[in-house]
T-cell receptor, first 114, second 112 residues
Framework: AQSVTQLGSHVSVSEGALVLLRCNYSSSVPPYLFWYVQYPNQGLQLLLKYTSAATLVKGINGFEAEFKKSETSFHLTKPSAHMSDAAEYFCAVSPRGSNYKLTFGKGTLLTVNP | DTAVSQTPKYLVTQMGNDKSIKCEQNLGHDTMYWYKQDSKKFLKIMFSYNNKELIINETVPNRFSPKSPDKAHLNLHINSLELGDSAVYFC???????????FGAGTRLSVL
């Protein structure tokens, strides 16, 4: 069974600082990996996804994530945080093949201080 | 025009009642999902339909019954509501080849 672990339920950064949200996965074969963002009282929006092409994936709003098979990690980064980045971030994994079941991590709440 | 729309947005009801949540997608996708997000923000898949056929059915009480009248709709009916059913329920859809799920804004269910 696949699983996702997000280290840190809450990350706080200053505006303009580096954002680093950690995600590790457990899977017998490299799965598809995703980062979703949830703004308050809204649904989830896809930030980026890794399928099997480049290991460095660029997403929306200046975010990117690097797939590291040796570390089974898919950490999300952004060089400079903006106040509008404050939200809940979810890492998710799905198996390759026709079953597109998404398994989510427990989420990381990002707060951005002025 | 909203891609994945859910109604109602809020639902407050008494224990023991039966309620339904509707979901519609106008993206032309062939797969739809229901997720439950609990008070700690944990998201867990409940059901998935592909071309009106049930393909994922997680360990969910049989009080929950999904119904897909066509590819664009997936409704969730809940019988005999319990306090523990209080949560935010999200509908999502995807096109099989793309493997990206698009989420609705959620339905906040409160059982009193």
């Amino acid at each position: 069974a696949q699983s996702v672990t997000q280290l840190g339920s809450h990350v706080s950064v200053s505006e303009g600082a580096l954002v680093l949200l950690r995600c590790n996965y457990s899977s017998s074969v490299p799965p598809y990996l995703f980062w979703y963002v949830q703004y308050p009282n809204q649904g989830l929006q896809l930030l980026l996804k890794y399928t099997s092409a480049a290991t460095l994936v660029k997403g929306i709003n200046g975010f990117e994530a690097e797939f590291k098979k040796s570390e089974t990690s898919f950490h999300l980064t952004k060089p400079s945080a903006h106040m509008s980045d404050a939200a809940e971030y979810f890492c998710a994994v799905s198996p390759r093949g026709s079953n597109y079941k998404l398994t989510f991590g427990k989420g990381t709440l990002l707060t951005v201080n002025p | 025009d909203t891609a994945v729309s859910q109604t109602p947005k809020y639902l407050v009801t008494q224990m023991g009642n039966d309620k339904s949540i509707k979901c519609e997608q106008n993206l032309g996708h062939d797969t739809m999902y229901w997720y439950k997000q609990d008070s700690k923000k944990f998201l867990k898949i409940m059901f998935s339909y592909n071309n009106k056929e049930l393909i994922i059915n997680e360990t969910v009480p049989n009080r929950f019954s999904p119904k897909s009248p066509d590819k664009a709709h997936l409704n969730l009916h809940i019988n005999s509501l319990e306090l523990g059913d209080s949560a935010v329920y999200f509908c999502a859809s995807s096109q099989e080849a793309a493997n990206i799920q698009y989420f609705g804004a959620g339905t906040r269910l409160s059982v009193l």
